[in-house]
Nanobody
Framework: QVQLVESGGGLVQAGDSLMLSCTTSGGSFSVLDMAWFRQAPGKEREFVASIFWKGTSSRLSDSVSRRFRISRDNTERTLYLQMNTMKPEDTAVYFC???????????????????WGQGTQVTVSS
């Protein structure tokens, strides 16, 4: 059983940067495709970024592609999300997700992932 724990959330001002981390335990991290999703109050969970298990390829949603970066350290079993030039509309609970062979098909669909963290709140003030 894979367990995921997000950290790094908080309150920032518009234009600031923040890095989220997702540490894992159990299972084999290096074979897991990973992703970040977010959910704002009253809205559905939406895709933010995903990364191939090798770390050689990643994808980001259009709304964050020029500001966020996803990365992973397979040795440390940790997934990262570097968020720059943050905007109030980035305010949400951010979740990391994991699963095997998710990157090539349906990488942006929450229901495709097998493991989820509990989420970390990110609030961006204007």
């Amino acid at each position: 059983q894979v367990q995921l724990v997000e950290s790094g959330g908080g309150l920032v001002q518009a234009g600031d940067s923040l890095m989220l981390s997702c540490t894992t335990s159990g299972g084999s991290f290096s074979v897991l495709d990973m992703a970040w999703f977010r959910q704002a109050p009253g809205k559905e969970r939406e895709f933010v970024a995903s990364i191939f298990w090798k770390g050689t390829s990643s994808r980001l949603s259009d709304s964050v592609s020029r500001r966020f970066r996803i990365s992973r350290d397979n040795t440390e079993r940790t997934l990262y999300l570097q968020m720059n030039t943050m905007k109030p509309e980035d305010t949400a609970v951010y979740f990391c997700a994991a699963g095997i062979d998710k990157y090539t098909t349906g990488h942006d669909i929450p229901g495709n992932y097998d493991y989820w963290g509990q989420g970390t709140q990110v609030t961006v003030s204007s």
